[in-house]
């Protein structure tokens, strides 16, 4: 067991390289909660306003969520020199993955049917993922060595940058070197956030069932997981291509989750669903059934690995109910049911 204790400071030059401090990226995310977009933006410029629907943008938003911090998108992460490896497992800490910001660039367009929702597709979507820690306050980082720390569960700066502390991958030519960052204010930077943003396929869904919104995050979430098992059958692919997640959104008349589907990596398999979108829509209800009956959720209908944090957000049952007369009884399909008959797949 290695234990990682920062990160290296080595943003262009080679991680070979002694000695080595350059400016790090450091940069700031802001959360629309109008369009649901995510902002990303170099760290000291200051916007008020969202750059793509121009809501106000507010550092918490629904049910008290911060929707604006700062980040660190580190080249990599490093272990103590002096740390010696062990075998005991029990040691090791846990550190819960944060919910992925996605972002669809784009006008949102109403579905086929009107009462269905609204819907936008994006070549050029943004995924950003991103870890708090355990306390959700971030990381204090030292820029002078590279040695991070979780900040504590009161948002204060840990105990072990309140005095001198040794350098994360010590001096050369020098054992044990102490690390001059604490004497210097700016070096330890607090509330950090360690992440990561890149450009993929990303469609995002804004369903209405009897012409409401979806407001419950296990239904929504649910219908999410539902959805990315019926694109990968669409498309003939394996689920862990793509990906999904809920985010929630007020700017579409009505507020309640939305969903968004995405592609692990950029292969254009999200952004051909907006032509088969009553498929998907079809083939959601069907993954919502599970071959064993299960209660809530399991891994022969939704349960995957990638999911395994989430289990107690499934609950197929309830969707089921939830969307089960307007999707299946109402027949909105406006398709011919012999498109869908295993005969023809």
């Excluded at 979806?214 to 003939?236: C, P, Q, S, W, Y």
Aim: aromatic share 10%; hydrophobic share 35%; with cysteine.
């Amino acid at each position: 067991v290695y234990q990682s204790e920062g990160i290296t400071l080595n943003w262009h030059e080679p991680s070979s390289k002694q000695d080595v401090s350059e400016i790090q990226n450091i940069r700031q995310v802001w959360l629309c909660e109008c369009c649901g977009s995510s902002i990303n933006l170099p760290s000291g410029m200051r916007i008020d306003e969202c750059t793509e629907c121009g809501a106000r943008l507010s550092v918490y938003g629904h049910n008290n969520q911060l929707t604006h911090f700062s980040y660190l998108d580190p080249a990599g992460f490093a272990v103590d020199i002096f740390a010696k490896p062990h075998n005991d497992l029990t040691t090791q800490r846990f550190v819960p993955p944060e919910k992925t910001l996605i972002s669809a660039l784009g006008e949102w367009q109403l579905l086929i049917n009107n009462d269905w929702g609204f819907y936008r597709v994006s070549d050029k979507g943004r995924v950003f993922h991103y870890t708090a820690g355990r306390h959700k306050q971030g990381y204090a980082v030292c820029l002078s060595c590279g040695r991070s720390e979780e900040m504590t569960p009161q948002g204060k700066i840990p105990s072990e940058f309140a005095t001198r502390h040794l350098r994360l991958r010590g001096s050369q030519g020098r054992e044990h070197s102490v690390c001059e960052g604490v004497e210097n204010s700016f070096s330890i930077v607090p509330n950090l956030r360690f992440g990561h943003e890149y450009q993929t396929d990303v469609m995002e869904l804004f369903l209405l069932v009897k012409k409401q919104s979806i407001t419950d995050k296990t239904i929504a979430f649910t219908l999410a997981v539902a959805m990315r098992n019926a694109a990968a059958r669409i498309l003939g692919i394996e689920v862990r291509e793509l990906s999904c997640e809920i985010k929630w959104i007020e700017g579409n008349v009505k507020k309640g989750y939305g969903i968004a589907l995405y592609d692990v990596n950029a292969t254009g398999y999200t952004t051909s669903l907006q032509y088969r979108l009553k498929e998907l829509l079809y083939f959601s209800l069907e993954a919502l059934n599970c071959p064993l009956n299960c209660e809530s959720s399991c891994p022969a209908c939704l349960q995957h690995f990638d999911l395994r944090f989430r289990t107690q957000e499934l609950n197929r049952q309830k969707a089921l109910k939830h969307v089960q007369y307007e999707w299946n009884e109402m027949e909105w399909w406006s398709l011919d049911n012999s498109i869908f008959s295993p005969k023809t797949l």
